[in-house]
């Protein structure tokens, strides 16, 4: 499975971005998309994942952000409104073949990764 993320830029505060993840290798219908983040000087951290058209977001980004998938263009998307300087990151989106429920938020269970996209928010 190859990803290739993009959509990534420089944004004021309040402001929005669409990112956009192609999935290439295997049936994109069955697998599990999720997108992460990582700040300078931090842990990665669950943002959104998709599977079986069921959605799940972490807390912080709830309310704001949109993970949706297009199955004939084997994209994921992930719109992102109401930025803040906090959602400042490298985002990278991942999939799995298999992951269960209590595990769709850990990292460790998606074994294949795009490149990441870097997003700036500006306050």
């Known amino acids: 499975v190859q990803l290739q993320a993009s959509g990534g830029g420089l944004v004021q505060a309040g402001g929005s971005l669409r990112l956009s993840c192609e999935v290439s290798?295997?049936?994109?219908?069955?697998?599990?998309v999720g997108w992460f983040r990582q700040a300078p000087g931090k842990e990665r951290e669950f943002v959104a994942s998709?599977?079986?058209?069921?959605?799940y977001y972490a807390e912080s980004v709830k309310g704001r952000f949109t993970i949706s998938r297009d199955n004939a263009k084997n994209t994921v998307y992930l719109q992102m409104n109401s930025l803040k300087s906090e959602d400042t990151a490298v985002y990278y989106c991942?999939?799995?073949?298999?992951?269960?429920?209590?595990?769709?938020?850990?990292?460790?269970?998606?074994?294949?990764w795009g490149q990441g996209t870097q997003v700036t928010v500006s306050s």
């Open positions: 991942a999939a799995s073949s298999s992951v269960i429920l209590s595990a769709i938020r850990d990292s460790r269970h998606y074994h294949y």
């Open positions: 290798g295997r049936t994109f219908s069955r697998i599990i």
């Open positions: 998709i599977k079986s058209g069921y959605t």
